[in-house]
């Protein structure tokens, strides 16, 4: 870890340790995934849009696009295959989330990823908003008639035929595609957190391109008041464009900054004693 991103992690654990009741919370996307073996989109060479070539899809966002879905649901079906629940283990940085949690430091979890990492953690439900949905509950897009997830599940796993409803319409998990609204839960929680936030809050971002809106939207509308941190490969978004002077931008591995953050924190053996018991 170089000098300038040991420094930026000092920056956060002394905030933390300062304000000892300020909460923080969290917006992270796909990067704080990929350590589990779950690609992002847009990491050139192993993002799942490069390599979606094999889907013969007319562009990479098709894949989650509703009317594409509705005509060729085969690419969604099949990475829904590869990214289905249960398939992989949540990384150092989702634990220390839920550390966040168990010391109640936590306000939050605005979550861009449908792989549910966050459940897998511990992270309990009044926690979490899975702004684009997740595989939990399903839906027919013809009638609108919920069916729990073993439904999907089951004839995905077929392979043989896509879930379909008894009016023939297909069965798809309550993940966002382009195309459609998020949960209201999103906006009304974001408002409620927004009200809430206070200098002793912390807004940390990690592990997302900031390219989907409206939640590439939250970093911006977070009050000058509000300390931001960025924890990412690259910088994005509204830390690029319009960054401010109390930022703290770690351009580093997500998991490499779980460690090191825990460790100026003093939760390191508690970390590891979570990720050995899970
Ligand atoms: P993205 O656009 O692919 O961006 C990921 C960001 O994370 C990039 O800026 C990377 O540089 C960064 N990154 C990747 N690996 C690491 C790492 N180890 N440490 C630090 N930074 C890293 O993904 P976004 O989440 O921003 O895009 C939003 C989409 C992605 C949402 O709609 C998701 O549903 C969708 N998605 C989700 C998953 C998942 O559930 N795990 C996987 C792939 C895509």
Redesign the pocket.
Known sequence: MDKKTSESIKRISQHLLKKPNGKVIFL?????????G??????PGT???DNLAKLNLPFAEAV?DIDYFSENPKPFYTLAKE?YPGNFEPSK?HYLLRLFQDKDRLQRVY???????ERSAGIKDEYIIE??GSFAKNHCIECKKEYPLKVFKDKMLEGKEYARCKCKGLIKPN??FFGENLPPKFFNSWEDDLDDMNEDHLVVV???????YP??SLPIEVPSSVRRAL????V?GDFKINPRKSDVVLE??????AEQLARELGWNEELEKLIMDN
């Open positions: 992270v996307g796909a990067g704080i995934s990929t350590s589990c779950i690609p992002d989109f847009r990491t993002g799942l849009y989650f990214l940085f979550t861009q990823n449908i792989d549910t990492l702004a684009h993940i966002v990690a592990g997302t391109s900031l390219a989907v939640f590439a924890i990412n490969l690259e994005v580093c591995a997500i998991d490499e900054a």
